[in-house]
């Protein structure tokens, strides 16, 4: 079964930087793409960024020119480098994996990990 586990967030002050990780364990198969997720309190979550296993990688136009979403080779790990973060880049950050190989196929999540900006 895979399992999916973010770490790296914290508490920072407005400008300052984190940098969060994503494992996917539970399976040999590489995922076909991997993607950063967040979710304000009283917002809908929405994607941050996401990069493929051929490493083409897009960004929420909120987070272009500030983030990096960068992954291991053929390893089912991932990180999202946050710098010049903003009060509203607050809540929590929620990686998953998608696999289109049977088995694991299909998309898993992991539990996310909190970011709180401070100004």
């Known amino acids: 079964q895979v399992q999916v586990v973010e770490s790296g967030g914290g508490l920072v002050q407005a400008g300052g930087s984190l940098r969060l990780s994503c494992s996917a364990t539970g399976t040999l198969i590489g995922a076909k793409s991997m993607a950063w997720y967040r979710q304000a309190p009283g917002k809908q979550r929405e994607l941050v960024a996401s990069?493929?296993?051929?490493?083409?990688?897009n960004y929420a136009d909120f987070v272009k020119g500030r983030f990096t979403v960068s992954r291991l080779r053929f390893k089912n790990t991932l990180y999202l480098q946050m710098n010049s973060l903003q009060p509203e880049d607050t809540g929590t950050y929620s990686c998953n994996a998608q696999f289109i190989v049977r088995p694991p196929r299909g998309t898993y999540w992991g539990q996310g990990t909190q970011v709180t900006v401070s100004s």
């Open positions: 990069i493929t296993n051929d490493d083409d990688a």
